[in-house]
Structure formats: structure tokens, C-alpha cells
């Protein structure tokens, strides 16, 4: 047994943690990995019946199969002393933690990483219920984007590389908090983690159109940690 988990295409449409996993796989057997959505992934599509990461904590019994999966993940998450859940975005975000659940435990495997930015992101609204990675005894997500670059994937792959060789993190880190979702069109250009004043309310976007059709959601608001608006 590793003490690493790093699951790939938890969303079956984001194959750049498959990718990664497949290629550091080759040159080392130091992590164990897992396809977070098999049917998902095979079919290339976000989920088959539910999005997965909104169904935990799941139900092995369940008559849907996102469910099973994500009691089934979170079950073999308590084997590992840390678990990985890579995801893919489709807008330029480069890499990024995501914190479902900023516990002490967590908080401290993210500034494990060399990656810049860390996202406390709770579920603060319904639709955002249900990541798996909140059920891990010690986890987090890493949200690559754009998805389909080469560029991102192989920063992706030094990331998990220099984390599993336990090199101290280069970069400084800043930690974002998501506190509201942006619903109307804002009439200015947003940009990914690019600071904005709208109305006198100054924040940092995320997924800008990213859940626009399933959520009606422009982007999700981010406040920086240690920075007075
Ligand atoms: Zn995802």
C-alpha cells in the first residue's frame, strides 16, 4: 500500500489527470491511482446518471451509479495518508488547489505543493454539495486549466512529481476564499483570478461561464486571505 491516491477523470470529460497519471506512472510506483468515473471517462462525458463530485458521501446500495462511486472513493480514501483528485477546467486557470474542506490536516498538505494558488471552496450554496474530496480523511482537489494543454498537463506532472519526491514548495502561496457567485452579466471583461470592482464590490473571478447553463452562474467570487477590499 502507497501513502499517495491520485484519482484521474473524477469528471469522465477531464482526461488531463488521466494523461498525467499515465505518464508519471511510467517512471515511478511510488503513489497508487484510481479512475475516479470509469463509465464517465470511457464515455467522455462529465458523469453517466449524476455528477459525482455533488454525490458524496454516496451509497454503496445506491441505484445510481455516481453514488456508488463516490461511497466507493471515499471508502478507499481512508487507506491513503493523503488522496489527490485532479480535475480539468476549461478556461485558463492554470493550476490551482481546490479545499472542499479547509480542515487543519488539509491546509497543510496544500502548502505541500508548488502551487501558487490555494481556494477554500465550501459548498456554499446547494448546488455545490457533494465533492468527494470533502469526505477524505486528508485531501484536495488540483483544477488544471485549460484542460487540453500540453503545457498545463506537464506542469501538472512536475507538480505531482516534486509532491511525491517531498521538495519544498518555490513558489509563495496566496489563499482565495469562493463567498458568492456573480448571476448578472457584469458588463466588463473578466478574467480568471484578475482582480474587478463591480458596484463597489471588488473580487477575484473564477470559472468565469463555466457553470453558466447547469448553474446559471457567471463566475464564482473570490477574496484573497490577508487583503482588506
Ligand atoms: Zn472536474
Redesign the pocket.
Known sequence: MKNTLIIGA??GD?AIGMRAITTLAQSRDDFDWVIGNPRAYAAKT?FTQADL?RSAPGDLMSSVYEERRAAMLIQMSKQYQSVIDI???EKNTGLFIILTNPSEKNLQLASQFDVRRIVIWPAITPDLEGPVSEFFPCGL?I?CGPKDSAEVQEELERVLADYLDKKTPEVEQEVYEVYGELRSDPGVTLNEFEKVTIDDETFYPLLIGTYAKAYDVVCYKLRKRGEIN
Open positions: 473524477t469528471h477531464e462529465r463530485n480535475h480539468g477546467a482537489e483544477e
